[in-house]
C-alpha cells in the first residue's frame, strides 16, 4: 500500500549548544502540494529541512520517503532520495561560471573521464527555457545580481531530477517582480507532480501559493492547517503566540530643523558606464521618516553607498547637522551622527566571526565605558551586550558569545538594529531593515523607527516593500533611473500610483513621455 505523504518526518528532535533547536517535530508532505513551513525568525524552520537534506542527524525520530524508513547521512544520500534544497544562503563557488556551479558534483564524464560539458548545456539549456529560467550559462556568479543567483540554485536541484524541492527563505533577497515569477515557478512545479517545502514568514506568499502551512514557535510544534481554511491574522497568532499588529500606527509627524541635506550627489555604477545615481538632492528633517522607494536597481544601493561613504561619490555635497562629510571617512561620518543599518548584513553589518556580544559594541567600543587606556572592559561589553539581546529579542544558543555566523539570519538582522538604534544618533539610514524578519519582529522594529522619529530623529528609509513604504514614511521620494522623479505624501497616494512612479510611467506630476 502506498503512502499518502511523499515524505514524512516523525518526532524529530535536534539540540545545539545551550538550546533544543527542534523539540518533537512532525511533518507530513503530500505528493504535488506547496507546504509552507512558518515560524518567527530562530523558531528551527531552517534546522528542521537541514535534518531532511542530510547537513544535520537528528538527536532523536524517523524519516520516511513513500511510506518507507530512510537514514540521510548527508546531500548525497538527500539527492538520491530525489530532495533537494535551495538555502537561504546561497552555497555557489563565486569565481565559476554559472554552468559549472550547476553541474559541479553531478558532472557527467565519457569512457576516459572527461567532462561532458555540451551534454550537460543542453540539458540546463532545455531545463531553463522549460520554467522560465532565464540565465547567461558563462557569466561568473559574482558578475550576477541576487535574483539571477537564485535561478542558478532552482537549476542545481532540476538539473539533479530532483521531486521533493526545498526553498529555504526563497523571497528574503528577492525583488517583489522576482517574488511574483518564483511564486508562478513553484505554482508550476507542483502542476507537474513536484512537492514542495517552503519556508517562509511572509504571510502574503503563505496566502498566494501554499496548499497547507505547519507552524513552528520556539522549535515546538502548533499546528498544521490549510491555507483556505485560515487567514493572516490567525497564522501571525499561531507563529507568534500573540495578536501581532499587522497594520502601521502612528501619530502625525511634526518635522523640525534640517538634519540630512544632500546637493547634487553622483554615484558612478560599477556595471555600467553611466552613472548609477545622477545629481540627486533630498533633505530629511528632525522627527520625520523619508522614505527613498523605488525598483530594485534604480540606484537607491548607490546613493546609500555615496551617503555612507561605501563608495566614492564623483560629485555633490553632502551635510550632516550642518558640518560637511562629503569627503569624511566611514567612521568619521558615523561619528559626525549618522547610523546606519545597511542592505547587506553579512557583507557591511556583522564580522561572522565574531561573537554577538563583540558585534554589538563594534560601533562603541572606543568610548569610555567600554575601555580604559586601550584595554577592553569585558564585563561591561558583557552586561551592555545582555541588555540589547533582551530589548530587541535576539535569540540565539548561547546569548552573548554566540559566533554572529551561527545564528538565524532574521536574529542577525535584529543584532544589527539594536546596535544601530541605540547609538542614539541624529540620523537613522535604515535600509531595508525589516528583510527576513517574522511579523512579530517587523512590528516592534516599525514601533522602534516611529518612536525614534518621535523621539526627533531624522530617518532616511530605503524599503522594497510596498506596504512598508506607504505605512512607515511621512514622505515618499521615488528614485527611479539614478533620479528622483517623484515625491509623494504616503496619506494621498496608493501602491498603484507609486508603482506608476516607480516604473517611469509617471514622474513629478506628469505623465512620462512614451518612447
Do not use: W
Amino acid at each position: 500500500m502506498t503512502s499518502e505523504y511523499v515524505i514524512e518526518m516523525n518526532h524529530i528532535r535536534k539540540e545545539f549548544p545551550g538550546i533544543v533547536a527542534n523539540d518533537d517535530i512532525t511533518l507530513q508532505l503530500r505528493k504535488g502540494e506547496i507546504h509552507a513551513l512558518l515560524g518567527e525568525n530562530g523558531a528551527g524552520k531552517s534546522t528542521l529541512m537541514s535534518v531532511l537534506f542530510g547537513l544535520y542527524q537528528p538527536e532523536a525520530g524517523t524519516i520516511k520517503k513513500d511510506g518507507a524508513e530512510v537514514k540521510i547521512n548527508n546531500p548525497n544520500d538527500a539527492t538520491a532520495l530525489g530532495i533537494g534544497m535551495v538555502h537561504q544562503h546561497f552555497k555557489l563557488i563565486e569565481v565559476f561560471t554559472v554552468l559549472d556551479n550547476i553541474i559541479l558534483g553531478a558532472e557527467t564524464t565519457s569512457k576516459l573521464g572527461f567532462l561532458k560539458k555540451k551534454e550537460a548545456r543542453k540539458k540546463v539549456q532545455a531545463l531553463s527555457e522549460k520554467y522560465g529560467l532565464k540565465v547567461n550559462l558563462d557569466a561568473k556568479v559574482e558578475d550576477i545580481t541576487v535574483g539571477m543567483q537564485q535561478r542558478v540554485e532552482i537549476l542545481k536541484m532540476l538539473y539533479r531530477d530532483n521531486d521533493i524541492l526545498i526553498f529555504d527563505e526563497p523571497t528574503a533577497v528577492l525583488t517583489p517582480q522576482e517574488i511574483d515569477e518564483l511564486m508562478e515557478i513553484m505554482r508550476g512545479f507542483a502542476k507537474e507532480g513536484k512537492s514542495i517545502l517552503f519556508i517562509t514568514h511572509k504571510l502574503n506568499e503563505i496566502m498566494a501559493v501554499s496548499d497547507r502551512v505547519t507552524v513552528l514557535r520556539k522549535g515546538k510544534y502548533i499546528g498544521t492547517v490549510d491555507t483556505k481554511d485560515t487567514n493572516k491574522q490567525e497564522l501571525s497568532n499561531m507563529m507568534v503566540g500573540r495578536p501581532v499588529q499587522l497594520e502601521i500606527k502612528k501619530e502625525e509627524s511634526h518635522p523640525t530643523d534640517v538634519v540630512l541635506k544632500v546637493e547634487g550627489l553622483t554615484v558612478p555604477s560599477k556595471v555600467h558606464k553611466n552613472d548609477a545615481v545622477k545629481d540627486v538632492s533630498l533633505e530629511v528633517r528632525k522627527g520625520e521618516i523619508v522614505c527613498l522607494a523605488g525598483i530594485d536597481g534604480n540606484g537607491q544601493t548607490e546613493f546609500i553607498y555615496g551617503l555612507t561613504g561605501l563608495e566614492k561619490a564623483t560629485s555633490g555635497r553632502i551635510t550632516l547637522c550642518g558640518r560637511d562629510i562629503s569627503n569624511a571617512s566611514i567612521r568619521k561620518r558615523s561619528q559626525a551622527g549618522m547610523s546606519h543599518i545597511p542592505e547587506d548584513r553579512h557583507k557591511h553589518g556583522l564580522v561572522l566571526g565574531y561573537t554577538l556580544e563583540q558585534n554589538l559594541v563594534l560601533q562603541k567600543y572606543l568610548e569610555p565605558q567600554f575601555q580604559n587606556h586601550g584595554f577592553i572592559k569585558f564585563d561591561e561589553v558583557r552586561k551592555y551586550a545582555e541588555k540589547l539581546i533582551e530589548d530587541y529579542d535576539v535569540r540565539s544558543g548561547q546569548g552573548p558569545i554566540t559566533i554572529a555566523r551561527s545564528m538565524s539570519g532574521g536574529n542577525q538582522q535584529k543584532a544589527i538594529i539594536a546596535r544601530e538604534l541605540d547609538r542614539d544618533e541624529p540620523l537613522i539610514v535604515a535600509v531595508q531593515p525589516t528583510r527576513g524578519l517574522d511579523v512579530g519582529a517587523i512590528e516592534h522594529i516599525h514601533k522602534q523607527l516611529i518612536a525614534e522619529r518621535d523621539k526627533g530623529k531624522a530617518v532616511l528609509l530605503v524599503s522594497l516593500e510596498l506596504d512598508e513604504v506607504l505605512g512607515l514614511s511621512d514622505r515618499i521620494l521615488v528614485l527611479y533611473e539614478g533620479e528622483i522623479v517623484g515625491e509623494l505624501d504616503p496619506k494621498k497616494t496608493d501602491a498603484q500610483e507609486l508603482g506608476l512612479y516607480m516604473s517611469g510611467a509617471k514622474r513629478m506630476g506628469k505623465e512620462a513621455e512614451k518612447c
